[in-house]
């Protein structure tokens, strides 16, 4: 048998197996809490996932923005040349009426303006 310092080598056999086992189960405990931070920590792949669907929700809403502009420019452009556009929404959205227009009233109309 070998001698280390003047003792067997059998006798510091279990006390470098309970040091690896200790030394592993370190290692196995931090590797579990930098994979807790890594998921669940400030920048962390929870929070990178809900900035994602943050991202794709705020980017619907910039399409459905960006259609609704297209729309209201194109009835500022209507509104600036189309006198007949202009009529329709003055009678329909604003209850006016035209110069040679004749309002006849029935009684008990539920569309009467007031």
């Known amino acids: ?3 280390r310092d003047g003792v067997d080598e059998k006798e510091f056999e279990p006390v470098m197996n309970i040091r690896r086992k200790i030394i592993v189960a ?3 405990v ?5 994979m807790l931070l890594i998921v669940f920590g ?3 792949l ?7 669907e943050k991202e794709l929700l705020m ?5 459905t923005l960006a259609r609704e ?9 209507r509104l600036k040349s189309d006198p007949a556009f202009i009529e329709s929404v003055a009678r ?4 006016m009426i035209g110069k040679d227009d004749v309002v006849v009233i029935f009684p008990g109309s539920k569309d009467q303006r007031k």
């Open 69 to 77: 502009n297209v729309s209201l420019y194109r009835t500022i452009g």
């Open 92 to 95: 329909n959205e604003l209850g």
């Open 46 to 52: 929870v929070e990178m996932h809900r900035l994602r």
């Open 1 to 3: 048998m070998a001698k």
């Open 30 to 34: 931090a590797l579990f809490n930098l």
């Open 26 to 28: 370190g290692a196995v």
């Open 59 to 63: 980017a619907q809403q910039n399409e």
């Open 42 to 44: 400030d920048n962390g």
